[in-house]
T-cell receptor
């Protein structure tokens, strides 16, 4: 049962344009969401997060949007740069008195120069 | 269940105990990772093993001791932990040189009392 889904395995975008990476979740108990970026042969690094009490969080070129009614979040990168080419993981977590994190399968972003 | 299996799922231990976390991957990957995730915080990379050799150790206290006997198994030996070590410990695996297909286990919820 995939509670966090990234339905696009890959995405190709021209440099300077917007990249939109999508993530859907099924568990309404999730209350905190994170995006991680992973370069080849490295572990994922934290990029940006959002709490369920917000619908938008912005950090430089990166913005995460949360639509709780649709159980959907997205990561926008504007403008996209070749160095953004990586795999992006969406993760969702909730506190059950201990908490649990579920990761999506990842989306590979190619930014073409 | 994913291709990365972690046991136990939950562990409660006293500060003087010695315990071990186990991770097993069934994906034929040759790199394995230990991560720590505290409540509402991003992942902290602890150890990286590539081809059964430790390639990264991010200033982790010596009370955490990893072991990678072969490419399919990874252990994290714990001794004299502190309450602040209570967290979710995630194992992941990947194929060296490939960025996609990074797979996480479900984690071990550790509580130190």
């Amino acid at each position: 049962d995939q509670q966090v889904k990234q339905n696009s395995p890959s995405l190709s975008v021209q440099e300077g344009r917007i990249s939109i990476l999508n993530c859907d979740y099924t568990n309404s108990m999730f209350d905190y969401f994170l995006w991680y970026k992973k370069y080849p042969a490295e572990g994922p690094t934290f990029l940006i997060s959002i709490s369920s009490i917000k619908d938008k969080n912005e950090d430089g070129r990166f913005t995460v949007f949360l639509n709780k009614s649709a159980k959907h979040l997205s990561l926008h990168i504007v403008p996209s740069q070749p160095g953004d080419s990586a795999v992006y993981f969406c993760a969702a977590t909730w506190d059950t008195g201990g908490f649990k994190t579920i990761f999506g399968a990842g989306t590979r972003l190619f930014v073409k120069a | 269940e994913t291709g990365v299996t972690q046991t136990p799922r939950h562990l409660v231990m006293g500060m003087t105990n010695k315990k071990s976390l186990k991770c097993e991957q069934h994906l034929g990957h040759n790199a394995m990772y230990w991560y720590k995730q505290s409540a509402k915080k991003p992942l902290e990379l602890m150890f990286v093993y590539s081809l059964e050799e430790r390639v990264e150790n991010n200033s982790v206290p010596s009370r955490f001791s990893p072991e990678c006997p072969n490419s399919s198994h990874l252990f994290l030996h714990l001794h004299t932990l502190q309450p602040e070590d209570s967290a979710l410990y995630l194992c992941a695996s990947s194929q060296e040189g490939e960025d996609y297909g990074y797979t996480f286990g479900s984690g071990t919820r550790l509580t130190v009392v």
